[in-house]
């Protein structure tokens, strides 16, 4: 069976009259940095949920300054962003507790302390000119150098940025990159 065909069948099982009845209702959700309440508990359940899934990892949850920088940080990427931070840490980390370390460096500029990593990239700074520069063209400047350099592979150059694959996918639509 060819995929064209099985996306035929797909559609002659859906229900339309099933669709408008689901269609009653909109759910509008703010940003989940308006709902900075939810965040601990989103963060323990997916904490929760890939512990189970990579095979009863150790890890026991957060350190009280790893939430608090969880709670601080923005999520451009929403709920999704947190869950790939989550994700993240439990698969790579085999610590205890997931502490600030453990998490991605540009959830670092929000928390506010200063552990030896945040010490070594601010060591390799940028130098703000006299008259001032465009944020967003060195972001931009940096996502393409990024992009080039992983021969535009996103995964590959979200990874040199140290961000999610999420958030170099809204940054590229942002700047319009291709």
């Known amino acids: 069976m060819c995929f064209g065909n099985f996306l035929g069948l797909l559609h002659l099982e859906f229900r339309e009259d099933l669709f408008s009845r689901l269609n009653t209702f909109a759910l509008q959700l703010p940003p989940l940095h308006e709902r900075r309440e939810d965040i601990p508990q989103l963060s323990r359940y997916f ?3 890939f512990r189970q899934k990579y095979a009863q990892k150790s890890l026991n949850g957060f350190t009280a300054e ?3 920088w969880l709670i601080d940080y923005n999520w451009p990427g929403n709920i999704r962003e947190l869950k790939n931070v989550i994700e993240r840490c439990v698969v790579l980390e085999n610590n205890d507790l997931i502490s600030p370390e453990h998490l991605p460096l540009d959830l670092s500029g929000c928390g ?4 030896p990593f945040v010490e070594r990239r ?3 700074r940028i130098i703000l000119p006299e008259k001032g520069i465009s944020l967003d ?6 996502i393409k150098q990024a992009l080039e350099r992983a021969g535009t592979n996103q995964t ?3 990874k040199l940025l140290n961000i999610s694959y999420d ?3 809204y940054q590229v639509k942002k700047f319009d990159l291709k």
Do not use: P
């Not at 506010?112 to 552990?115: A, D, I, P």
């Open 167 to 169: 958030s170099l996918r």
């Open 112 to 115: 506010g302390s200063t552990l």
């Open 66 to 68: 790893a939430e608090k």
């Open 122 to 124: 601010q060591n390799a």
């Open 47 to 49: 904490h929760d949920f």
């Open 156 to 158: 590959k150059a979200a």
């Open 137 to 142: 063209e060195v972001e931009k400047d940096l």
